[in-house]
DNA sequence: AGTATTCCGTAGTGATTGATACACAAAATA
DNA sequence: TATTTTGTGTATCAATCACTACGGAATACT
């Protein structure tokens, strides 16, 4: 997973993972298939650790705290000093060759339904009252997730994780009262 | 360069190229060395059509202007229905192998160029009292620079430009008064 | 204890990578 | 017109890519 999230999908050789975790191709692929299911494997870890999106989202008690946390969490976990800088979700196949089309879409398809539950979310807190009418919940739920992305790849450009986090407030700051 | 736009620096190749160009490998390899400066021309052509990004700083009257613009231009570039979708710069060469790493500093030291001349230009309406004491240029510019790079995955996934251009008016709403 | 099964390393598969030696042809110069 | 220079295509280079056939060792089952 780490060696996927620094130099990404494509850029990752089979003699890479192989070196790194101290065994030989025919047991990574008695146990995973082929290096593109082992990708997957390793991306359906990454969302699922620590926390996923969607239970920041199902746990915040409102929309504007969906997003914070969403912020934060990103911003705090592209820094790690144990992790490469960024997202793996963000880098790891934006692009590629044809042949990694459908590893492509398949990051696409897990961004989309993170925007869509913040998006969800976002509604709820309209509908409800808490979020005055009139906000458009697509276009402020694209505009967090573009900070989170375009964070990643500040990230990758060396920002500190205190720059990151004041991003993130200073993105909150569109948010509506 | 739309090869490199779409398919990144290290999934496109020698083959590719000399199909798309119509040519012959030695042809290529005796107008620009090799791949990597191959690329980096066509990051110089990126970089600089129709209008830099600057120009586009240079000319605005306001940091706000300058920000407005940028923003605007990105999603409008990222969107072009006979160009790829998303940035060059913010996708070709995120993840790659260290045999790129020098490619992929490049780059960096592009985003990093412009996001320094948009800090500048934030400081200097600082200075001049356009903008209030206190605004922190770096984080401010740092934002809209997230907004852009973050800006490049959506269209990737599909966003479509009027959703961008919404975006950036969410994303201008943090702008300080 | 003897047999069967699972597991993994050795070695190598064909295909593709970026990059080149060489020969020939067109064009520029003398 | 003769000669040099430039430029491109043919064919190929070693290296690396993802991937696998096969044999031997360790384990599990009878």
């Known amino acids: 997973m780490l060696l996927f999230w620094r130099h990404g999908y494509e850029s990752t050789s089979l003699t890479d993972l192989t070196t790194a975790l101290g065994v030989t191709p025919p047991s990574i692929y008695a146990a995973f298939g082929d290096k593109k299911r082992l990708f997957l494997e390793a991306v359906g870890r990454y ?3 620590p926390m996923t999106s969607s239970s920041i ?3 915040a008690k409102t929309a504007r705290d969906a997003a914070v946390a969403l912020l934060t969490a990103s911003a705090i976990g592209f820094t790690g000093v144990d992790s ?6 963000a ?3 934006i692009s590629c060759s044809p042949d990694a089309a459908d590893v492509q879409r398949e990051l696409t398809t897990i961004r ?3 925007e ?3 998006t969800s979310r976002i509604a709820q807190d309209v ?3 808490v979020l005055p009418r009139g906000v458009h919940s697509e276009t402020l739920s694209a505009h967090v997730m573009a900070v989170i992305q375009g964070m990643s790849t ?3 450009d060396g920002a500190a994780r205190a720059k990151l986090l004041r991003v993130c407030e200073t993105a909150m700051l569109a948010w509506p009262s």
């Open 84 to 89: 490469p800088p960024g997202c793996l979700l």
């Open 127 to 129: 509908e409800s009252g």
């Open 112 to 114: 989309r339904s993170i």
């Open 91 to 93: 880098s790891a196949a």
């Open 47 to 49: 969302v699922g650790s």
């Open 116 to 118: 869509h539950e913040l």
């Open 154 to 156: 500040l990230a990758r």
């Open 57 to 59: 989202i199902a746990n």
